[in-house]
């Protein structure tokens, strides 16, 4: 009896043991998924930029991983008939815009529009105009319809509300990877900080 | 002490005038020179005239066109175009829509106990982001640097004008 004892309590003690042990091993990649998927904060790993087609204010399709590598670049969410976080969403980049002013050339800004049913190419163009924005610098595109769910998924920018979108900005690396999603409403100096560092990698 | 001092100096000229009416026809002075606060209340809501907003922890002001109130306390401000069978958000306004009944009743907001405005409340939100139940509104909102005189007529135009 003692000894049938002793057995269960050696093979409750190795049971733990081994739970501790995988508990242990799986904390790490858990940590790192929690860090990859969480709505702001560095993306790890980096995540390349999803292929879709998007309208230029120009009027040219550019695809979006093509329009992103070889530049490091902010990108926003916003709408043209948006007036509660996209006055203040423009207003931040056309400071960081400031800020860029004699920054390397490849440092870029883009505002993106979730309204392809509310917005054209002439909006945009007026959007950035009223903002001051320097097309070496600042650009807006226009994704296709069926595009906007996918690229709100990708980058977490979805919101509950009316504007449907977050305020912050989607920083990507020069091989048109996702590795950075600020907080809303980030400060320019610490944007243009950011990107600046992402640069220098 | 010094808002009513700056109100006082500020409506000066509607006051006398409301008096000498007040002396011909009856009316209390006191509602020319509310009325006066209303009007200046409703040019800042609007943007007419201009509000200075910086976003917490952000060095620079906004310009006053991305910092005025209306831009998202107004019915229908903001809304983007929903693709078909998405589903339509329930409200209408970004923000909550600032009428007398939601300041000053009891209303639980942003997850906090039911409080209520009052002018020093409002005017302790609109400057700092803590609202009366000592809950800190949403980071989207710009921290207002207002005067006491402002910020009164504000409340004013919201409280006396929009049940």
Known sequence: ?201 | MNRAMDRARRNAPVSTAALLAALSCGTAPAFAAGTADIARGQALFNGAAPLRGTIHGHQSALPAHAARCVNCHAPGSSSANVPPGSAAPANTSFAPLLTAAYLTGPVARRGGPPSRYDEAAFCRALRTGIDPAYVIVSRSMPRYALSDADCGALWQHLTASRP
Not at chain 1, 87 to 93: E, K, S, T, V, Y
């Open chain 1, 1 to 201: 009896m003692k000894r049938v004892n002793a057995r269960h309590e050696h093979q409750v003690t190795r049971r733990r043991l081994l739970q501790a042990a995988a508990s242990f091993a799986v904390l790490p990649c858990a940590l790192r998924a929690a860090r990859a998927h969480g709505s702001f904060g560095p993306a790890e790993p980096a995540l390349a930029a999803p292929a879709m087609q998007l309208q230029a204010p120009q009027g040219s399709r550019v695809d979006l991983g093509a329009r992103l590598r070889g530049r490091v670049t902010a990108v926003q969410l916003m709408f043209t008939g948006c007036s509660a976080t996209c006055p203040i969403q423009g207003a931040l980049f056309a400071d960081a815009q400031q800020r860029l002013a004699h920054a390397d050339a490849r440092l870029q800004l883009l505002s993106i529009s979730i309204d392809p049913l509310g917005d054209d190419l002439n909006a945009l163009r007026m959007w950035l105009g009223k903002f001051g924005a320097e097309s070496a610098r600042w650009n807006a595109l226009l994704p296709r319809i069926q595009d906007v769910d996918r690229l709100l998924d990708f980058l977490r920018g979805r919101a509950a509300g009316v504007d449907r979108h977050t305020a912050q900005a989607f920083v990507f690396d020069r091989q048109a990877r996702l590795v950075y999603r600020t907080e809303d409403m980030p400060e320019p100096a610490e944007l243009v900080g950011l990107m600046q560092r992402i640069a220098a990698r």
